[in-house]
C-alpha cells in the first residue's frame, strides 16, 4: 500500500471534509491514508475497502484538494487512485484511460455532474466528480462496477478519523 507511506512530514489530518462510505457499511477492510505536502499539509486523503479473507482491495476513493499534485494528469493517464489499486493488486501491465462520459447522478438532492472513464483494462471501473468546495472525489473498483447506487452511500466523515493520535 504505497499511498500509506509516510514522509518526514507529519500532517494533522485534513483541512476538508472527506465524501466517503461509512466504515460500518463495509462487510471488509478499511484502510486510510494521507497524501502529505512537504509543508505538512494534508493534499488529499485516499480510503482503501478491502474484502474479507485477503481477497485484495475491491475500491478505493480518493478525494483531492484544489492544487493538489496528484490531480495534475497527462494525457490518456489513469487517476491516481487507479493507479494505487493496480498497484496494490501487483497489476504490472500498463493502463491507460481509453474513453471518458459525463453522466448526470443524484446525490443528497445536488445534481452531480460525473465523469465515468473507460480505462484498457475492463477490470477497472472508475468515476470522478467535482464537489462545491473544489474538492475532486474519485472511486475505483476492481472487478466490480460502479453503479447509480453507490453515491448513496457517500457521505462526509468525521474529520477525527485522519487525525494523528
Known amino acids: 500500500m504505497s499511498f500509506l507511506r509516510r514522509r518526514s512530514a507529519a500532517p494533522a489530518g485534513p483541512d476538508f471534509d472527506v465524501l466517503a462510505m461509512d466504515p460500518g457499511d463495509w462487510p471488509g477492510n478499511l484502510g486510510a491514508g494521507l497524501l502529505p505536502a512537504p509543508d ?11 474484502l474479507f479473507g485477503g481477497r485484495g482491495p475491491a475500491m478505493i476513493i480518493g478525494n483531492l484538494p484544489e492544487g493538489s499534485p496528484a490531480r495534475e494528469l497527462g494525457e490518456d493517464e489513469v487517476p491516481f487512485e487507479v ?4 498497484d496494490a493488486l501487483d497489476h504490472d501491465e500498463e493502463v491507460t484511460v481509453v474513453e471518458t462520459e459525463d453522466l448526470p447522478v443524484m446525490h443528497d438532492g445536488n445534481l452531480l455532474i460525473v465523469k465515468r472513464i473507460k480505462c484498457s483494462e475492463g477490470r477497472v471501473s472508475c468515476v470522478q466528480f467535482d464537489r462545491s468546495d473544489g474538492v475532486l472525489v474519485t472511486i475505483a473498483s ?8 453507490l453515491y448513496a452511500l457517500l457521505k462526509p466523515l468525521p474529520a477525527e478519523m485522519f487525525q494523528q493520535g
Open 40 to 50: 505538512g499539509s494534508c493534499q488529499g486523503v485516499f480510503l482503501r475497502y478491502d
Open 83 to 86: 493507479a494505487q489499486l493496480l
Open 142 to 149: 476492481w472487478d466490480r462496477p460502479i453503479t447509480d447506487d
